[in-house]
Each structure stands twice: as C-alpha cells, then as structure tokens.
C-alpha cells in the first residue's frame, strides 16, 4: 500500500511539472508562430516550425536511449543539479516578477514586437526571415521542453509518461492558440512559471539527494514535503521583496 501511494506520488509531480514546463514554453513558441503566420505568411511560419520539430525528435532519439542506459544514481545526481539550476532561475524570474522588481512578461508585447521586427524587413528576404524566425522560436522554446521530458522522465524511469504528457501538453496550446489566436497575455504565465520552479527545484533536490544516496523520509512522499517547503520559501520571498520596495518608493 505504502509503495502504491509513494509511486502515485511521484508520477503526479512529475505530470505536473512536465505538464506546466511545456505549456509555458510552447505557449512563447506559438506567440513567435502567429506572428511569423500574419505578418509574413503561414507557409513560411508552418515550414519553419515543421523543420524544428523534426529536429527536435531527431535530438531525443539520440540522447534518449543514451540517457536511460547511465546508471540511475548518476543520472539523477546530474540531473537534480540540472533542474536546480532551471528550476532556480524560473523561480528568480517569477519572484522578481510577482514582487514588481521585474516587469510582467508580456506575450502581446512580445507579439507586437515580433511583427514590428518582420515589417521591417523587405519583402525580398521574406520567406528566410519568416522561416528562420519561426525555426529558431519553435527550437530554442522546444528544446527546453525536451531538456525537462528527458531529464525528469529518465530520472523517474517513466519516459513514456513524460513524453506523452509533453505531447498532451504541446497539442493542448496549439488548439487554445488556433481559438484565441493571439489573445496569449490571458494565460497566467508567471504564475506557471512560478510552478514549474518550485516542482523542478523539487525535484532537482530530490534527485540530488538520492544520487548521493540519502534515504528520504517516505520516499516520493517526501517530494510534496519539498513542493510545500518551497512555496513557503518563494512566498515569503515574494512578500518580504513587496514590503522592502514599497518602503524604498516611500523613502523616495
């Protein structure tokens, strides 16, 4: 009983980090997208995003079978220090965001940015700047998103899991993004972003402990005593930095 709970666990932590991981990024890469497609014209946009994705496969049908052959214990002591370090900068960004020392991140501004930028550019170098501009959204978005299915599905021995998640996760914004087209800047990013650093941190630090063989109270259970932990922490964070500059506007 003991075992099924803990298993149950960790595969609803790793769902949702990987679920919220990809949401976020593939949601940056369908703002580059729209405005690639509007602005320039969707064959170039979709050319572009079709020859990243192939790439993109291509990188986790080399590295995943490598990955899954390293002896667990290495491969989570490597991997929790990977995903402490993500985890800790989604987790800077979104405190420093949420305290009001960071600007919102913008997804209409992005947008109109983007298509400002394509305008700018003269139409005989259209469809290699579109198509260059939406390759190099789509990848550099994607490629975080296979880092996180390959580092937390191997490490948890569940790359199918992971995988199909990303995918669910992939397809779920690509319907949302054809209905609201770029209506993007509803979707609560830093608050996801805030999430998915605490669930990788999470897990960044669990995984470092078991690499170094530490034997964690309750085993996976022990993953939602860190998740609880580091809200506590990143609030706190969040409200001491909200007291600290208001008394420095007050001051000024």
């Known amino acids: 009983m003991l075992a099924m709970v803990t298993g149950s666990t960790g595969v609803v932590v790793l769902v949702g980090a990987v679920f919220l991981a990809c949401a ?8 580059i997208v729209l405005a690639v497609g509007h602005t320039r014209g969707w064959r170039s946009a979709f050319e572009g995003t079709a020859v990243a994705l192939v790439v993109l496969a291509a990188l986790v ?12 214990g290495v491969l989570r002591l490597v991997v929790g220090g990977v995903l402490l370090i993500f ?76 995988s199909t998640v990303a995918a669910i996760a992939v397809v779920l914004v690509g319907i949302v993004g054809v209905v609201v087209a770029r209506q993007l800047s509803s979707v609560p990013e830093n608050a996801m972003k805030m999430g998915v650093g605490v669930l990788l941190v ?31 922490v990143t609030w706190t964070l969040v409200a001491y930095l909200r007291r600290e500059r208001r008394l420095g506007e007050v001051v000024a």
């Open 24 to 31: 976020v990024e593939m949601v940056e890469a369908l703002t």
């Open 61 to 72: 049908a080399l590295f995943g079978p490598t990955l899954v052959r390293v002896p667990l």
């Open 87 to 162: 985890g800790m900068q989604w987790l800077r960004k979104a405190i420093l965001r949420s305290s009001g020392l960071k600007a919102m991140h913008d997804e209409d501004a992005i947008y109109r940015a983007k298509v400002a930028e394509l305008e700018s550019v003269g139409a005989a170098q259209r469809d290699r700047v579109a198509f260059v501009m939406a390759f190099k959204g789509v990848f550099l978005e994607g490629l975080e998103v296979v880092i996180t299915v390959l580092t937390l599905g191997t490490s948890a021995h569940r790359l199918g899991l992971a």
């Open 202 to 232: 999470s897990y960044g630090t669990f995984w470092t402990g078991e690499g170094l063989h530490v034997r964690w109270p309750g085993n996976d259970v022990m993953l939602i005593g860190f998740v609880a932990l580091y809200l506590l």
